[in-house]
């Protein structure tokens, strides 16, 4: 079983659709999510950072964490074109230096 | 403007050669990385390191070498015994305390391809 298991999609939408994107993980250690979003040939962009379980709002953007089910979530709200992207889950043990990453979910937002 | 800056955008590598990617920081991070991306397999750990004269190695070493002589440098090489080298390099930095510990900033990457 990998670490990280995420949806590569791809994921087509309307513009203003409400997008959930997901990843499960199988190790209880990890304390620290984080979503990025990297547009195509770019470097992936910090979206959101989280600690233990809950939620977290920015925006248009909803991060949302759940430890009892190793399930992690970001939404986002009235999307838009400009969100068509490949978006990443990471997250990171306690006192460790390697962030373990989802493939990644490859979004359309249809205008 | 502080930033992760890498260098080339695209590079070609013959048969046999060794390229070296070029990776400087301006935000005073202690750490640093680097990564390969192939489609569909996410982002793969190369190297790392914490400490200037310092480096580990990560998932997919081999194949690759690093050096950190200066803190705001962290050169890799693709060497001849990496045999399948095509993939999009991306180097990362982040602070090695405080709030911001755990969370790494990307540049905005390489892409390699064999002539």
């Known amino acids: 079983q990998k670490e990280v298991e995420q949806d590569p999609g791809p994921l087509s939408v309307p513009e203003g659709a409400i997008v959930s994107l997901n990843c499960t993980y199988s190790n209880s250690a990890f304390q620290y999510f984080m979503w990025y979003r990297q547009y195509s040939r770019k470097g992936p962009e910090l979206l959101m950072y989280t600690y233990s379980s809950g939620n977290k709002e920015d925006g248009r953007f909803t991060a949302q964490v759940d430890k009892s089910s190793k399930y992690i979530s970001l939404f986002i709200r009235d999307s838009q074109p400009s969100d068509s992207a490949t978006y990443l889950c990471?997250?990171?043990?306690?006192?460790?230096?390697?962030?373990?990453f989802g493939k990644g979910t490859k979004l359309t937002v249809n205008p | 403007d502080g930033g992760i800056t890498q260098s080339p955008k695209y590079l070609f590598r013959k048969e046999g050669q060794n390229v070296t990617l070029s990776c400087e920081q301006n935000?005073?991070?202690?750490?640093m990385y680097w990564y390969r991306q192939d489609p569909g397999q996410g982002l793969r750990l190369i190297y790392y390191s914490q400490i200037v004269n310092d480096f580990q190695k990560g998932d997919i070493a081999e194949g690759y070498s690093v050096s950190r002589e200066k803190k705001e440098s962290f050169p890799l090489t693709v060497t001849s015994a990496q045999k399948n080298p095509t993939a999009f390099y991306l180097c990362?930095?982040?602070?090695?305390?405080?709030?911001?510990?755990?969370?790494?900033?990307f540049g905005a990457g390489t892409r390699l391809s064999v002539l």
């Open positions: 935000l005073n991070h202690d750490a």
């Open positions: 990471a997250m990171i043990k306690g006192g460790s230096e390697k962030l373990v």
């Open positions: 990362a930095s982040k602070e090695t305390s405080g709030e911001g510990k755990n969370i790494q900033y």
